[in-house]
């Protein structure tokens, strides 16, 4: 089946640092999403990017849909002490698109 | 406010004990899943239903049973079949299933914490 790879596994920044962090998958994604987790809750959507190529931004947060469709980056600039958490990132499966891969995510912390 | 809800927040069960997990969303949406996680791991799909009584199994259904009589509630049971049910509960929603591009992205409630005793 379809899996998503995510890199660093966990990393541990200084306040006011830049993150960068990706997803990679061997086969073709049409949609990539970003979600951030914060201890104990749900996960909750930051960036969602429907078009290969795509560069989109939600405030300290960009997100880049890769060209070949098998990839999409998340990076996070000036990194604050809130986040802190775990993001995944995630695809639709081909063939059922209700269904989303999840990648195994990146666990960030922050110190100050 | 629109959202999806989950209760109770934690719950504890003893062991050969069935509980039911409640799932609502106000959102108008036509599908809806849950997710397990275990600590230090990803999301696993249980169930989802993609519409109004119609559900399919996820990779990891058994033990686990579940009911779409209304569009906006999908409540998850563990049954005592389930051998290791101590884990963190997640359900979504979305828009619509099927289709592409931003109808399938899920939201998610704030998860229910399950332990067996």
């Known amino acids: 089946g379809q899996q998503l790879n995510q890199s660093p596994q966990s990393m541990f920044i200084q306040e006011g640092e830049d993150v960068s962090m990706n997803c990679t998958s061997s086969?073709?994604?049409?949609?990539w999403l970003w979600y951030k987790q914060d201890p104990g809750e749900g996960p909750v959507l930051l960036i969602a990017?429907?078009?290969?190529?795509e560069l989109t931004s939600n405030g300290r947060l960009t997100a880049q849909f890769g060209i070949t469709r098998k990839d999409s980056f998340l990076n996070i600039s000036a990194s604050i002490p809130s986040d802190v958490g775990i993001y995944f990132c995630?695809?639709?499966?081909?063939?059922?698109?209700?269904?989303?891969?999840f990648g195994t995510g990146t666990r960030l912390q922050v110190t100050l | 406010d629109g959202g999806i809800t989950q209760s109770p927040k934690y719950l504890f069960r003893k062991e050969g004990q069935n509980v039911t997990l409640s799932c609502e969303q106000n959102?108008?949406?036509?599908?809806m899943y849950w997710y397990r996680q275990d600590p230090g791991q990803g999301l696993r799909l249980i169930y989802y239903?993609?519409?109004?009584?119609?559900?399919q199994k996820g990779d990891i259904a058994e033990g686990y049973s579940v009911s779409r009589e209304k569009k906006e509630s999908f409540p998850l049971t563990v049954t005592s079949a389930q051998k290791n049910p101590t884990a963190f509960y997640l359900c979504?929603?979305?828009?619509?299933?099927?289709?592409?591009?931003?109808?399938?992205?899920?939201?998610f409630g704030p998860g229910t914490r399950l332990t067996v005793l």
């Open positions: 979504a929603s979305s828009m619509s299933s099927g289709g592409t591009g931003s109808t399938d992205t899920q939201y």
């Open positions: 239903s993609q519409i109004v009584n119609d559900f």
């Open positions: 995630a695809g639709p499966n081909t063939g059922t698109a209700s269904k989303l891969t």
């Open positions: 086969s073709i994604f049409n949609t």
């Open positions: 990017l429907y078009k290969a190529g």
């Open positions: 959102l108008n949406h036509d599908a």
